[in-house]
Nanobody
Framework: QVQLVESGGGLVQAGGSLRLSCAAS????????MGWFRQAPGKEREFVVA???????TYYADSVKGRFTISRDNKNTVYLQMNSLKPEDTAVYYC?????????????????WGQGTQVTVSS
């Protein structure tokens, strides 16, 4: 079992930055691929970014390329650095962990989810 706890959300003006953190506990964190997803009001949850278990491969949604960066440390935390934020980035952001070796851009590959953290970008 893996427990995930997100932090770092908040209110920021357009053009600003936030860094989200996801702290994992439980089983061997380093063997899991990690992803961030988001859900805006009235919309489906969508893929944002993912990183392989080794950290060597990353995937980004087109909407965040060049603005967001995912990273992971050698312990138990994955980070999402968000720069040049836009009002359309407003959503609840979820961290997730995947054991599978499939396409980690897909939500159904993920076994564990955090409770989410709210990010609000004002115009």
């Amino acid at each position: 079992q893996v427990q995930l706890v997100e932090s770092g959300g908040g209110l920021v003006q357009a053009g600003g930055s936030l860094r989200l953190s996801c702290a994992a506990s439980g089983r061997t964190f380093s063997s899991y691929a990690m992803g961030w997803f988001r859900q805006a009001p009235g919309k489906e949850r969508e893929f944002v970014v993912a990183i392989s278990w080794s950290g060597g491969t990353t995937y980004y949604a087109d909407s965040v390329k060049g603005r967001f960066t995912i990273s992971r440390d050698n312990k138990n935390t994955v980070y999402l650095q968000m720069n040049s934020l836009k009002p359309e980035d407003t959503a609840v952001y979820y961290c997730a962990a995947a054991q599978a070796l499939g396409d980690i851009q897909l939500q159904n590959q993920y076994n564990y989810w955090g409770q989410g953290t709210q990010v609000t970008v004002s115009s």
